[in-house]
């Protein structure tokens, strides 16, 4: 393993406004970020830059976001990624503890868009409680009642229709108003949540200010190939989107199968659209990380992070590190892959403002899960008031506080990120914002690391494997200043052997001048503790950046693979254990107490010399 300095990286041009913040806010990071993101003498002019947001909020005008208590709309979530405060849905204001994002898209359900929110805000305005209070009952039947009418046809299709175009346009003009090129980056977007056997969603994000007069919705089509081909159609009359798969982990292993959703083979021109229309997927959110499962990666001693309880039958085809070896499967044996997606992360808040800090969460449904008592599921008959909300069907124990998506694009701007989003150069993180690189090539030099664009390929790239030699990987991580330090960094190596599906993990980088064993290739444990009692956490352990020259031991050029890089802090509390801590309650057995926070690189592939 080689090491490079950190100031021959100079490629990068001036910090981002969030870097500016990074810089400025903790005395220990000061120094390495302001080299980091210097241009050195001979480098490349300043190209790309770190830029962080959500790509999945809801506002009031989701049905199922306004019946759990949600108010505010569209303008609200813009301000509140921009450092403003929000009235959560059960009464207590929230704001970020860290940074603004950097840009963020409004993602309401397509389906019944604005149609509660115009029931509830019409029908009875006394009824419609103020910001904190709970939503009375009639919202709830409301909701309920407004369904059963349009699908019995009692309910004017025209009208609803009239109100779903109506609140698609509040949305359209709401990110016109809070767009700031250069500063503050918004897209106009929507859920598509079909749902026939396991959740099938995706977000769709619009390129530019050119959008259809209605989004498409779930009664168009449950199936996401029409979902496609209507974005095809619209690519062709100028309007440009990319749909985002999402909660592959609830999909019941529909996700990612081996057949179309009627059930019929797959062919290259299936896995061409949908690769078109769906180049990244998003990994981690508030319902769970889709990275993959202990039942699927057995000797990955990190795969349990953050995933729900499934049956085996219901995780295979719905993690995305099986998607990705399925894709390689598919290659070698017929000659297309539909699964060479890249990597975000998001919220999937229906509160308006995302909850992406442990210390700070605030779940994510409204009245559902808007207050610790109701999270922790507390049943106290001589503390009512601790109970959870009556009537609540889950109280969100197992949602996280997660994530964020991440680009590296040349400005803040919508052209920018959406052709990072294109070209997959993006990562995902669990809510913190660290910072992480990654590029392959067979001419990187270890002691200049600034001309990285020029001799390799970055994330989301394919790499032609040579008939002589193995590549380099370069892999490269910079800490959150406003959360832990960095405990390890790994490469992820998914291949086929003789058509047999492998998987490995490596550390290749450590904390504290630890060193990965040559033969386990596994960091030793660094000893960083937390306190359970006040979730104060070791500050002598862990660094501020890990960067590591890595090859491959096992390299075969014949072979079909892909790498990405995951990213491990040291260990803090998980939410759960910060409001225990705070109501005074004993810590629930049913998760652990803390969690090693990540960020993950969209995969590098490497194409087989014997594949030319």
Known sequence: MLL?????????????????????????????????????????????????????????????????????????????????????????????????????????????LGNITALGESADPSSVTSPGEVTPDFVIEAYSAFGRALHDGE????????????????????????????????????????????????????????????????????????????LDRLRAQGIEALAIPHNTNLSRGNFFQATTFAGEPMDAAYAEIRMRNEPIVEMTQVKGTSETHPLLSPNDEWANFEVRDRSIDEIKGAYVRDALLMGLELQHSQGFNPYRFGFIGSSDTHNTGGSYEEPTYHGKIGIVDGRPEWRLAILDEDNPE????????????????????????????REAIYAALRRK?????????????FFAGYDL???????????????????EARPHGAPRFFAWALRDPSSAWLQRLQIVKGWLEDGTRREQVYDVACGDGLEPSPDGH?????????????????????????????????????????????????????????DAIRLGLPLRAEKEPTLQERAWTSPIWILPRTAR
Request: aromatic share 12%.
């Open 386 to 413: 601790l109970n959870r909300r009556p009537g609540s069907t889950t109280t969100g124990f197992d949602w996280s506080a997660s994530g964020l998506a991440a680009v590296w694009a040349e400005a803040n701007t």
């Open 155 to 230: 309910l004017d299709p025209g009208l609803a229709q009239s109100i779903r175009r109506d609140a698609w346009q509040r949305t359209i003009e709401a990110a016109e108003r809070h767009y700031a090129p250069g500063e503050f980056t918004t897209f106009v977007g929507f859920e598509y949540t079909s749902a026939p056997d396991g959740m099938l969603h995706r977000n769709v994000i619009f390129k530019g200010a050119r959008v259809p007069e209605l989004p498409f919705a779930a009664f168009d089509s449950l199936n996401p190939e029409d979902l496609w081909a209507w």
């Open 425 to 437: 150069e993006t990562f995902a993180t669990s809510g913190p914002r660290i910072r992480v690189k």
């Open 522 to 578: 596994r960091c030793p444990d660094n000893g960083a503790s937390v306190d359970l009692a006040t979730c104060d956490f070791d500050f002598d352990k862990g660094d501020v950046e890990l960067k590591a020259m890595w090859e491959d031991p096992d390299f075969d050029p014949d072979e079909r693979a892909f790498y990405y890089v995951r990213v491990l802090e040291n260990p803090t509390c998980r939410w759960s254990t910060w």
């Open 4 to 112: 490079t300095p950190l100031s021959t990286l100079g490629r990068l041009s001036g910090p981002t406004p969030s870097g500016r913040r990074m810089m400025t806010s903790a005395l220990g990071t000061v120094a390495v970020a302001a080299s980091f993101f210097t241009l050195q003498a001979g480098a490349e002019p300043p190209v790309r830059n770190a830029y962080f947001g959500d790509l999945h909020v809801h506002t009031k005008y989701s049905a199922d976001a306004y019946k759990s208590g949600a108010r505010t709309g569209p303008d609200e979530a813009y301000a509140y990624a921009k450092g403003a405060p929000l009235r959560h849905p059960a009464g207590q204001v929230i704001r970020m503890r860290g940074a603004p994002l950097d840009f963020l898209a409004v993602t309401d359900h397509a389906e019944y």
């Open 445 to 463: 030099d270890a002691a200049d690391t600034s001309r990285l664009d020029a001799t390799g390929v970055p994330m989301g790239g394919d790499l």
